[in-house]
């Protein structure tokens, strides 16, 4: 059962991550599914996915929440880095293949932007995602972010190098949109 709800949208909850859904987690992150979208070309052992609850889902200074759908755990979102002097953090995510197009990841996404402006106080949300990742442009687009530059095969997965979108999202033209 996923952690107590951090933030609440109509459909989706964004919960505590806890040691129990660290299975969850690390079934998700191996999958081709998701690991090629996120750009991960290494597998995660059960201490590994142990090491990242540790290093980084207790790190105080970046925010990682588990994505969860009718109390059923569907994926994570989370803000990392968070570059508190500047402003800026940037948000990535997954959702379990199942149940894409049903709209859980635009309004993970949503939920945690209106929480990095609305309570971080941040000025700008950025994302990255890879030439191949369709879905992630148009989930990315429809919140209101707009591709600022692409760093040509900057990354490899799967034996091929890929470019990198970056997208981005100021405060104002989130409050406007």
């Known amino acids: 059962m996923p952690g107590p709800a951090f933030l609440e949208g109509d459909s989706v909850a964004l919960r505590t991550i806890e040691q129990e859904d ?16 996120i750009g991960n070309s290494t597998p995660y052992n059960r201490d590994q996915e142990r090491d990242f609850f540790e290093n980084v889902v207790r790190d105080s200074e970046t925010v990682q929440l588990l994505v969860a759908s009718e109390g059923t755990p569907v994926g994570t979102i989370g803000l ?7 402003g800026v953090a940037e948000v990535g995510y997954w959702i379990v293949p199942d149940r894409w197009g049903e709209g859980i990841g635009t309004e993970a996404v949503e939920s945690i932007v209106g929480y990095a402006f609305d309570q971080l106080r941040m000025h700008k949300v950025i994302a990255r995602t890879y030439g191949f990742n369709e879905g ?14 692409i760093q040509r095969e900057q990354t490899f997965v799967d034996g091929e190098h890929w470019d990198v979108h970056w997208f981005g999202l100021l405060v104002r033209e989130w409050r406007e949109g």
């Open 136 to 149: 992630s442009k148009r989930l990315l687009e429809k919140v209101g972010f707009a591709e600022e530059g």
């Open 80 to 86: 990392a880095p968070i570059d508190r002097e500047a």
């Open 22 to 37: 660290l299975e969850f987690l690390q079934r998700g992150i191996n999958g081709s599914e998701i690991r090629r979208p």
